[in-house]
């Protein structure tokens, strides 16, 4: 069977802000550039099977493997304290 023949693109005047972005992407899940730059462009686009699941860091440690509960409660807390002298 014949493989149906893709569709190259040149993407000129990318922001050094959106290049970053991507190769830290394709970085973090072990992919190349162009992978993580074809993802991107399907969530972007609303084209990706998987839809999109935004997680929160709490989600995200009840998630994980054995985390440190503790250093990130810790954490966690010492981030929702409000420092009076800012709100002057």
Same mark, same amino acid.
């Given at each position: 069977? #014949?493989k #149906?023949p893709?569709?190259? +693109?040149?993407?000129?005047?990318v922001p !050094? %802000?959106?290049?970053n972005?991507l190769? %830290?992407t @394709?970085?973090? %899940?072990?992919? &190349?550039?162009n992978?993580?730059?074809l993802? @991107?462009?399907?969530r972007?686009?609303?084209?990706e099977?998987v839809?999109?699941r +935004?997680?929160t860091?709490?989600?995200m440690l009840?998630? &994980?493997? #054995?985390? !440190?509960?503790?250093?990130?409660r810790? !954490?966690l %807390?010492?981030q929702? #304290?409000?420092?009076p002298g800012?709100w002057k």
């Amino acid at each position: 069977m #014949k493989k #149906k023949p893709t569709v190259q +693109y040149t993407v000129r005047d990318v922001p !050094n %802000e959106i290049d970053n972005l991507l190769r %830290e992407t @394709a970085t973090l %899940e072990g992919v &190349s550039l162009n992978q993580a730059t074809l993802h @991107a462009l399907q969530r972007g686009l609303g084209a990706e099977r998987v839809p999109v699941r +935004y997680r929160t860091l709490r989600q995200m440690l009840a998630q &994980s493997p #054995k985390p !440190n509960t503790t250093a990130w409660r810790a !954490n966690l %807390e010492g981030q929702d #304290k409000v420092n009076p002298g800012d709100w002057k």
